[in-house]
C-alpha cells in the first residue's frame, strides 16, 4: 500500500511510489476576487468622496426628534402587527390542517387572496375602508361608529400589515405543524388527551424549532415594510424624513439616514 508524506508547507506532497502531488491551482478563484474587491474599492470610493451624499447631514439627522419619533413608531408598527400576525398565523394554520373542508377552504382563501394582492394596496384599501361602509354597524352587540373616526392611519397601517402578515405566518405554522411526526398526535388522542391540549402542549413546543428561524426573518421583512405605511401619513420614519426634505431638500441625505437605521 502506498502512504503520502506532506512537504513542510503543505502545497505538495509524495507517496511512496515516488510521485509527487501537487494540490490543483485555482486561478479563477484570485481572478473573480481581484475583481470583486477592485470594484468594491471603487463604488467605496466613490460613494465616501462625494459630497453630495451629505454624510454630516446624514449623521446630523441620526439624533433628529423628528427621525427619532418616526423610529419609535417604526418599531412599534413592527411589534403590533407581528403580534397580530403570528396570533392570526397560528389560527389560519389549525384551520387548514381541519378535517372540515369548509374550515379548511375558508382558511385557504385567506391565505391566497392576502399573500396574493400586494400590500400597499391592502394598505390604500383599510384606509378608505369608509367610502365603502360609513357606518360600522355591530348589529350583535348594538353597537355603531363613525368610519372616518375609527380607521385611522395608524389603524389602517396595523390592520393592513397585520392582517397581511398573518397569511405568511399561517405557512409557517403549517410546516411547523405538520413538521411534528403524526405518531404523537395518535398516542396523546390514546391517552385521552384533548386537541387543544395535544396542539398547545406536544406539538407547538416541538413545531418551534421550525417556526422560530423564518419568524426571525419575517420579523426583519415587516420593519422593512413598514416604510409603505409612509403612503398614509403615518409618521414613521421614511414619512418623517419626507416631511423635513420636502422643507430643506436634502433628499439624498435623508434617504441616507432612513437607510441607515434600517441596517442598524
Do not use: C
Not at 360600522?136 to 363613525?146: K, S, T, V
Not at 409603505?228 to 418623517?240: D, G, H, R, T, W
Request: no cysteine.
Amino acid at each position: 500500500m502506498s502512504t503520502l508524506t506532506t512537504s513542510t508547507f503543505g502545497k505538495s506532497s509524495r507517496s511512496s511510489d515516488g510521485f509527487t502531488i501537487v494540490k490543483a491551482k485555482h486561478p479563477g478563484r484570485w481572478i473573480a476576487a481581484g475583481v470583486l474587491l477592485a470594484l468594491v474599492a471603487l463604488v467605496l470610493y466613490s460613494v465616501f468622496t462625494n459630497d453630495r451624499f451629505g454624510w454630516p447631514v446624514v449623521a446630523y439627522y441620526f439624533t433628529d426628534f423628528s427621525i427619532a419619533r418616526g423610529l419609535l413608531i417604526t418599531l412599534e408598527l413592527t411589534v403590533i402587527s407581528m403580534v397580530i400576525g403570528m396570533a392570526l398565523g397560528v389560527i389560519l394554520a389549525v384551520m387548514r390542517l381541519s378535517p372540515n373542508p369548509v374550515v379548511r377552504m375558508a382558511a385557504a382563501a385567506y391565505v391566497y387572496f392576502f399573500r396574493g394582492t400586494p400590500v400597499l394596496v391592502q394598505l390604500l384599501f383599510w384606509y378608505n375602508l369608509a367610502a365603502l361602509y360609513p357606518t360600522i354597524n355591530l348589529g350583535i352587540l348594538g353597537l355603531q361608529f363613525d368610519a372616518n373616526a375609527v380607521i385611522t392611519p395608524m389603524f389602517a397601517a396595523i390592520l393592513g400589515l397585520g392582517l397581511n402578515q398573518g397569511a405568511y405566518m399561517s405557512e409557517i405554522v403549517r410546516a411547523g405543524l405538520l413538521s411534528v411526526d403524526s405518531g404523537q398526535v395518535e398516542a396523546a388522542g390514546a391517552l385521552g388527551i384533548n386537541r387543544f391540549h395535544t396542539l398547545r402542549r406536544i406539538v407547538l413546543p416541538q413545531a418551534m424549532r421550525v417556526i422560530i428561524p423564518p419568524t426571525g426573518n419575517e420579523t426583519i421583512g415587516m420593519l422593512k415594510t413598514t416604510s409603505l405605511v409612509s403612503v398614509l401619513a403615518v409618521p414613521e420614519v421614511l414619512y418623517s424624513a419626507q416631511v423635513i426634505y420636502a422643507r430643506t431638500f436634502d433628499t439624498i441625505p435623508l434617504l441616507g439616514t432612513d437607510a441607515g437605521l434600517g441596517d442598524i
